[in-house]
């Protein structure tokens, strides 16, 4: 590539990189996993074919987040399969330069929070993190950056519809995370009939505590979806061992104990009306250990 065209893509690549970073940052939670990322985007650009390279681009912008979008995606399915946690503590999101009203007045009326388009608050990125990577993709790209529906299905390998029903199971998500149910009484009463029907196999009564897009997370991996949770609900159970109610860090779980130890914790999110929306299985000696675990 000629030292004009270079310095022509480079100077087009740089007018995109705070929007780029503050997208692959809002995708991953990570600073340093956002900057791989678009240092990432940036090596495909330069590496594209032709003397004349970025000149042929004609909406750089929406190629760059394609590009930075499927590398994120990518990562989050690494970190899923591999069981990690980002590479660095959270920190504030990058600001992104070219704030757009009509997106903000979108997360007004789609989501139903005060999703600011130049931060996210860890409370969101906790929110994110229950999501699948194509939740997470959708919901990013479209709610907050205005991407639309048919460019986040070229991501994500999936139809405009079927890219608009992953944001959507996204966006109920968040918006119900807004409205956690902190009732402990409730609480227990939704974990005894979850346990109750886990070790009959009543899917229907299990049915009855699980929010339709509930996330069951463990170090096997995610499974998402009331149908697919209940599918593998009777593993939960744990045959063999002893499951009773617990208060883990405040709110109530089912804690699994083999001879008389707690090897197993089942830590459960509420929303409102008495749903489970997310499960943690923890197996991890030392990441119990970091919890406050009660027996009820």
């Not at 505590?209 to 949770?229: C, I, Y």
Request: with cysteine; proline share 3%; glycine share 8%.
């Amino acid at each position: 590539m000629a030292t004009g065209d270079a310095d022509f893509l480079a100077e087009r690549f740089e007018a995109h990189r705070s929007r780029l970073r503050a997208v692959a940052h809002r995708m991953l939670g990570s600073a340093t996993e956002a900057d791989d990322a678009v240092q990432e985007a940036w090596v495909r650009l330069s590496r594209s074919e032709g003397e004349s390279a970025g000149r042929e681009i004609d909406n750089m912008a929406g190629w760059l987040t394609t590009v930075v979008g499927r590398v994120c995606l990518d990562m989050l399915r690494s970190r899923r399969s591999c069981a990690e946690e980002p590479l660095d503590d959270w920190t504030p999101a990058p600001s992104c330069e070219d704030p757009d009203p009509a997106r903000d007045a979108l997360l007004a009326d789609s989501v139903g929070v005060a999703l600011l388009a130049d931060s996210v608050g860890v409370a969101l990125l906790v929110v994110l993190d229950t999501l699948t990577p194509g939740e997470r993709l959708a919901f990013v790209l479209h709610d907050l950056f205005g991407v639309r529906y048919e460019q986040v299905a070229s991501i994500v390998d999936r139809t405009p519809e079927a890219a608009r029903q992953l944001a959507g199971r996204a966006r109920r998500r968040v918006r119900g995370a807004q409205e956690p149910d902190v009732d402990l009484a409730r609480q227990r009463k939704v974990v005894d009939a979850f346990l109750s029907a886990a070790r009959d196999g009543d899917f229907v009564k299990l049915l009855a505590v699980l929010d339709p897009d509930v996330v069951a997370r463990s170090e096997a991996g995610v499974v998402a979806g009331a149908a697919a949770v209940t599918a593998v609900a009777s593993s939960f159970a744990f045959v063999g061992a002893v499951v009773r109610p617990a208060l883990i860090d405040g709110a109530t779980g089912l804690a699994v104990l083999f001879e008389g130890r707690v090897e197993r914790i089942l830590g459960f999110t509420f929303v409102r009306g008495g749903r489970i929306a997310v499960i943690d299985v923890v197996a991890d000696l030392d990441r119990i250990s970091e919890l406050e675990v009660k027996l009820l």
